[in-house]
């Protein structure tokens, strides 16, 4: 298959595992939406704290899970200068989470007859406990992590993308072959990553194109 939403054509017929990404593949997220967020609560900078593409220490720490959301909160005042509240800062943060593509989630059940299916998100306990309560409501009480074999979350092992060490550390928790392993994201640097791993990638400019792939 060859468009515009891949790096580079997967080869279908090795194909056992997908790995995919959340944000911007299942879930619909605005990081503008974010900034605007903390701006409005007086932070000037906040696209330097944190986009699609970058993370500050402070913001990566708590992706890995090595600082918990109530030293995040902490933190985040002292490195803003600000006295914003928890809820503040949590409401802000949770903005970019918009809604759940529901053609997306219909697909990701069907190929999930065909194929080994997981998830790899770079998250944290503050995104993860609002969209997973928010996809319970949305799917009458079906858990995100019933659509997987298995969803991985960067705050729960201790790496994000897209260091390749990331994938390879996954793949080597479910036994997988990287070259029998797809992978799909909306973030070029993670597909590098992943293509370092050895796996086959597949780069998807726009969450709509999901469920009009041939796989």
């Known amino acids: 298959m060859e468009n515009n939403t891949i790096q580079k054509t997967p080869d279908k017929a090795r194909i056992k595992n997908i790995i995919l990404d959340l944000g911007g593949v299942l879930l619909h997220i605005n990081f503008q939406a974010t900034h605007r967020a903390f701006e409005a609560l007086g932070i000037t ?24 959301p109530a030293g995040f909160y902490k933190e985040f005042r002292e490195v803003t200068q600000t006295k914003i509240s928890d809820l ?8 970019m989470l ?54 991985w ?13 990331a994938f390879r550390k996954l793949i080597a928790l479910e036994g997988l072959n990287a070259a029998e392993t797809l992978f799909i994201d909306d973030t070029l640097g993670n597909i590098k990553g992943a293509d370092m791993a050895g796996l086959q990638t597949l780069l998807l400019k726009n969450p709509a194109d999901l469920h009009q792939l041939d796989l």
């Open 45 to 68: 900078d906040a696209a330097s704290h944190f986009t699609q593409h970058h993370a500050s220490d402070l913001f990566e720490r708590l992706e890995i899970g090595t600082v918990s």
């Open 88 to 95: 503040q800062i949590e409401q802000a943060w949770n903005a």
């Open 98 to 151: 918009l809604d759940f593509s529901k053609e997306n989630i219909a697909w990701l059940s069907r190929i999930g007859q065909q194929y080994n299916t997981y998830l790899f998100s770079n998250t944290n306990q503050v995104h993860y406990d609002y969209f997973a309560a928010q996809f319970i409501k949305t799917f009458d009480g079906m858990r995100l992590e019933s659509l997987f074999k298995k969803a």
């Open 153 to 165: 979350f960067s705050h729960e092992i201790g790496i994000r993308k897209p260091h390749p060490e």
